[in-house]
C-alpha cells in the first residue's frame, strides 16, 4: 500500500507541474461556451406575470388580492379595517378582546382545539394580530387544503360564538396581559402606547391599544355584535393569499364569503368612525419605581425612559419614503448591541450618540405611520439623575436633523433600508401582511422594485424638506420612570424650536 500511495503522489506533482505552467489547458475564455458541450437552457420569466399582485373585487365588495410563489405552503388571511382608532363610540378595548377571541368556537367548529386539529391536517397554524387601524386573521397551512382554510376563515370573522365562557377566559387573559405589560423590563410597548396617547390626545390613533383595566368587565357579547355589525362589511374586508392561483382564491371567496349572513346580522354600517387624525401633541408621565424590574439574579440598572416624538406623514403621501429613509439614517438601538454589519453601527444614533455618552444605554429612532398622519420619534433611557442632559442630547439630534445629510451616510441608509425590504419580503408571512394592508388601505400594491426605485430617489434635499416641515409641529412626550430631572414640556418645546436644540438655562439659588 505505502508503494502504491507514494506513486499516486508522484503522479500528482507531475500532473500538477504540467498544469500549473498552463501548457496543458487548452487558451479559451471563460465567456466562451466549451466545445462538444450541448448549449444551455436557461429559465425564462413570461414578462412580469410571475410577479404581480392580482386584484379582484367581488360584488360585495370585498377586495381578493393574491400574490403566487413558489412552494407547497401558503399563507391565506382576512383583513379587517378596523382596529383601536375606531372605538371612540365604544368603551375602548374591543379590539384587544376580538384579538384574544379569534379562531374560538364558531357556527361549525365546536371549540378553538377543532379548529386547531382541522388545520393539523394541512399542517396549518393560525393567528389573529390587532393594530390601531387593522385586524388581521391569517392561516398558512398547505396549498391542498386551501378550501378548508377559506371556509374557516370565514367561519372565524364572520361565524364567531362569543359564549360567555370564552369571553370571561379573555378577561382573565386581557388581565394577565395588563399586568405583564407593566411588570416587565422592556418599557417600549407601554411607551408607544403613552406617546401615542400625548401626540393624538383623546383621537382615533391616540386612543388606547389596550383595554384599559375599568372596561374589562363592560364589554360583552352584545357590546362586540354592535361593534361587528358596523365594522365587520365586506368592503372594509380583503381576502389575501401568498403562494397560491388567484382564480383558485377567488373561487373559494365565491364559494364562502359571498352570501353569508354574519353572526350578528346584517344590516347597513351606521356608526362607522370615518374621524381622521387630529395631532395635538403633548406630555404623558408615568412615574414608576424602575429601581426592581430585573428578572434575574443580575440586576438591571434603574433607567428612566423618555420619547420625544414630532408629526411625520401619512404612508399614503410621497414624503413616507423620505421619512423612512430619514429613520434608517438615525438608527440606533442599544448599549449592549454586538455589532457586526448591517446593525446600524454608523446610524447617528450610535455614532453621536451612544458613542460619545457612555452613560445612555439606549437612544432609538421609530416611524409610525398611519393612512392620515405619522410619528417619527427617538426613545432613549438613561440613569434618573441625568435625564436632564439626556432630553437636551435627544433633541439636539432632531435640530440636526434638518441639517446636510452627508452623501455616504444617506446612500447608507438607502442601501439599508432597500436590503431590510427585500430580505423581510423573502418570507411569505410577511408579503402576505404587505399584500393585505396595501390592498386593505389603497386597493392596489406598489411591488418591491418600484418602492425601491422610490428610495433611490430620495436625495438631502428632500431629507432637509420634510425635517423643516416635521419640526414646526408640537412635540409629543412620553416620559416613564423617576422623573424628578425631567425637563418641563415648555422648557422641551423651546430646545425643538431653537437654532441648536439646546433646553432653556436654569438657575437655581439652592441647590
Known sequence: WSIISSVIFLFGIAAYRKYSSGGGYPNISLSTPLPGIPKPVFASVDGHEKYETKITTLENGLKVASQNKFGQFCTVGILVNSGSRHEAKYPSGIAHFIEKLAFSSTAQYGSKDEILLTLEKHGGICDCQTSRDTTMYAVSAEVKGLDTVVNLLSDAVLQPRLLEEEIEMTRMAVRFELEDLNMRPDPEPLLTEM????????????????????????????????????????????????????????????????????????????????????????????????????????????????????????FLEDDFIPFAVLNMMMGGGGSFSAGGPGKGMFTRLYLNVLNRHHWMYNATSYHHSYEDSGLLCIHASADPRQVREMVEIITKEFIQMAGNAGEMELERAKTQLKSMLMMNLESRPVIFEDVGRQVLSTGKRKLPHELCDLISNVTAGDIKRVTTKMLRSKPAVAALGDLTELPSYEHIQAALSSKDGRLPRMYRLFR
Not at 203 to 229: A, M, S
Not at 263 to 281: C, E, F, H, K, R
Open 195 to 314: 406617546i401615542h396617547a400625548a401626540a393624538y390626545r383623546g383621537n382615533t390613533v391616540g386612543l388606547p391599544r389596550f383595554c384599559p383595566v375599568q372596561n374589562v368587565e363592560k364589554i360583552d357579547k352584545k357590546v362586540l355584535h354592535n361593534y361587528l355589525r358596523n365594522y365587520y362589511c365586506p368592503e372594509r374586508m380583503v381576502l389575501a393569499g401568498v403562494g397560491i392561483e388567484h382564480e383558485q382564491l377567488v373561487e373559494c371567496a365565491r364559494k364562502y364569503l359571498l352570501n353569508v349572513k354574519p353572526a350578528w346580522g346584517i344590516s347597513a354600517p351606521a356608526n362607522v368612525d370615518l374621524s381622521v387624525a387630529q395631532y395635538t401633541g403633548g406630555i404623558v408621565k408615568m412615574e414608576k419605581d424602575m429601581s426592581d424590574v430585573s428578572l434575574g439574579p443580575t440586576p438591571i440598572p434603574e433607567l428612566t425612559h423618555i420619547m420625544i416624538g414630532l408629526e411625520s406623514c401619512s
